[in-house]
């Protein structure tokens, strides 16, 4: 059975800077994708990032493109999510999920718990 694990978020100042870690059971970090998703207080949840697992193809949504990174080591069984130049908002609760299938697209089965970011000086 997969789980997935996700951890890092915190409370940082604008423009600072943190690193979320899901770490990843029962799967294969090179077979599959897998995808960060936020949700803010009274929001609708977002999708963030994706990295496919056969080609480590990316994906970032508009909010995050050239200030987030999604990466992962296979080693450790773990995927990234490198989040630079932080603004208020950008707090949410961030998530990491995949659906078994190496695609960005559809729907999504498997999700972490969330970790909460706070943007905030």
């Known amino acids: 059975q997969v789980q997935l694990q996700a951890s890092g978020g915190g409370l940082v100042q604008p423009g600072g800077s943190l690193r979320l870690s899901c770490i990843v059971s029962?799967?294969?970090?090179?077979?599959?994708?897998f995808g960060w998703f936020r949700q803010a207080p009274g929001k609708a949840r977002e999708a963030i990032s994706c990295?496919?697992?056969?080609?480590?193809?990316?994906m970032y949504s508009h909010s995050a493109e050239g200030r987030f990174t999604i990466s992962r080591d296979n080693a450790k069984n773990t995927v990234y999510l490198q989040m630079n130049s932080l603004q208020p908002e950008d707090t949410a609760a961030y998530y990491c999920?995949?659906?078994?299938?190496?695609?960005?697209?559809?729907?999504?089965?498997?999700w972490g718990q969330g970790t909460l970011v706070t943007v905030s000086s």
């Open positions: 999920a995949t659906d078994l299938r190496d695609s960005c697209s559809g729907g999504w089965a498997y």
């Open positions: 990295i496919t697992g056969s080609d480590s193809s990316t």
């Open positions: 029962g799967a294969t970090l090179d077979y599959y994708a």
